[in-house]
């Protein structure tokens, strides 16, 4: 009964990775061609980057600073203001 219920759980845990994998996948090739310009909400600002929150395609991704951005990095962290960004999606 065990290697039975080992083996069922085992294919649970895969066809949840292949699900995160096909999504992910998906996502992709949804944008691969497109250049859109969207509205995104900064939702941490962080030493490497920053992550942001997509509310109109429920995505969230981090992006990574450019060497000139980091030399701003202190701004970022101590101005609250700064909610939205910019984000064109290439």
């Known amino acids: 009964m065990t290697r039975i219920c080992d083996k ?22 949804f944008f691969k061609d497109r250049k859109l310009k969207e509205q995104a909400i900064i939702t941490v600002v962080g030493q490497e980057g920053y992550t942001v929150m997509l ?13 000139e951005d980091r030399t701003h990095n202190d701004e970022l962290n101590r101005n609250e203001s700064i909610l939205q960004v910019t984000v064109y999606i290439i």
């Open 55 to 67: 509310p109109k395609y429920d995505l969230e991704s981090t992006i990574k600073f450019s060497p």
């Open 8 to 29: 069922m759980n085992m294919r649970h845990r895969m066809a949840r990775f292949a699900s995160r994998a096909s999504s992910d996948y998906h996502t992709y090739l």
